[in-house]
């Protein structure tokens, strides 16, 4: 199981899996759930190497090296410490 914590919130997630509903739960505010809009953009304070890729959306977006798009980061194991 991967622990994906967002401003103190800890919320598992099965390893492999997108961490959107993890995020939403802890608070994140989305808008088209799509990697369109960039609302859920969040800030990766630790863990980013236990995320998948960027994704096509989110390498369009401009993120910063330590952003991503919780809409459409997938876990891959371990933890990951973000804020939004």
Same mark, same amino acid.
């Given at each position: @199981?991967? !622990?994906?914590?967002?401003?103190?919130?800890? @919320?598992?997630?099965?390893?492999?899996?997108?961490?959107?509903?993890? !995020?939403? %739960?802890?608070?994140?505010?989305?808008?088209?759930?799509?990697?369109?809009?960039?609302?859920?953009?969040?800030?990766?304070?630790?863990?980013? %190497?236990?995320?998948?890729? @960027?994704?096509?959306?989110? %390498?369009? @977006?401009?993120?910063?090296?330590?952003?991503?798009?919780? !809409?459409?980061?997938?876990?891959?194991?371990?933890?990951?410490?973000?804020?939004?």
């Amino acid at each position: @199981m991967a !622990c994906i914590v967002i401003d103190g919130v800890a @919320m598992e997630v099965a390893d492999g899996s997108p961490i959107i509903d993890a !995020c939403e %739960e802890a608070g994140v505010t989305f808008g088209c759930r799509a990697g369109l809009c960039g609302s859920c953009v969040i800030v990766i304070e630790s863990g980013m %190497e236990n995320l998948e890729a @960027m994704t096509p959306e989110e %390498e369009n @977006m401009g993120l910063a090296e330590n952003q991503r798009l919780a !809409c459409q980061a997938v876990s891959r194991s371990g933890t990951v410490v973000a804020s939004y």
